[in-house]
């Protein structure tokens, strides 16, 4: 049986790289001309394109992407830090498709690289060097640039993808600072699936399925000082790592004493 899912799954793979690649070389022209208006206007118009792409996509190469609010739905016009776990290079398409606009991601400068996409990328996404600490300094004050704007933020807080047993990797301070300098709350959303759909083995184990995508109650920040770091970033871990094992059927984890 398995001879004959080989070659299915490749298959099923390369036309899913034809059908991403087709519309994203479609959406390329007015991308380019939404840039000339800048990062503001110009990147806010652009997330319609990649909207519009991962609109197609998803359901093209059969991936049912579902929302699911647990507390009350996000008010309008009001930004947050959306706080995300980051399972699979697949979570990027995900929050073009389900993330309330405008909004933009942090992400790493090396995907500015890429031949076409990083063009799109550049332009899109608050890229940050980890290695440059006058370059990480200049993210933060973009972020903060477009929280003031009305734009939300979102941060893969693990910083890279997590390829453990566990439900998450520990959390850097970034998110949960700027949170507190700009008194600006919190949103946590599990990403429940993706890493099924397109696991960190390699893109030859893409497969279609469900991509359910979980908002969790907004975590307030009035009032927090520095001092509260650690605390806020831990009681964001903990209410993740929760919903986590629930919906993926982790362990419970037992309190100590």
């Not at 997330?47 to 992407?65: C, E, K, S």
């Amino acid at each position: 049986m398995n001879f004959l899912l080989k070659p299915l799954r490749v298959i099923y793979v390369v036309y899913a790289a034809i059908v991403f690649l087709s519309i994203m070389f479609l959406i390329l022209p007015p991308i380019f001309l939404a840039s000339l208006l800048g990062k503001e206007k110009g990147g806010n118009i652009i997330f319609y394109f990649l909207r519009f792409w991962a609109h197609v996509w998803f359901p093209a190469v059969g991936m049912r992407v579902t929302r699911k609010y647990d507390g009350e739905k996000e008010k309008d016009k009001e930004p947050c830090i959306y706080v995300v776990n980051h399972r699979s290079y697949l979570d990027a398409a995900i929050a073009v498709k389900v993330m309330r606009l405008p909004f933009r991601p942090l992400g790493k400068v090396e995907m500015a690289k890429i031949p076409a996409f990083g063009f799109i990328y550049k332009n899109s996404v608050v890229s940050v060097d980890r290695s440059n600490a006058s370059a990480r300094a200049r993210s933060v004050r973009e972020m903060m640039s477009a929280l003031k704007a009305g734009i939300s933020i979102l941060v893969f807080p693990e910083g890279t993808t997590n390829e453990s047993n566990e439900p998450l990797r520990p959390f850097h301070n970034g998110a949960f600072r700027m949170a507190i300098e700009m008194q600006i709350p919190i949103k946590p959303v599990l990403y429940v699936d993706a890493g099924d759909r397109l696991p960190h083995t390699g893109p030859m184990h893409l497969n279609p399925g469900k991509c359910r995508v979980v908002f969790l109650p907004a975590i307030p920040v009035t009032g927090l000082t520095l001092d509260d770091i650690n605390t806020l970033k831990q009681q964001t871990y903990e209410i993740m790592d929760r919903e986590l094992r629930k919906y993926r059927h982790y362990p419970t984890l037992q309190p100590v004493g």
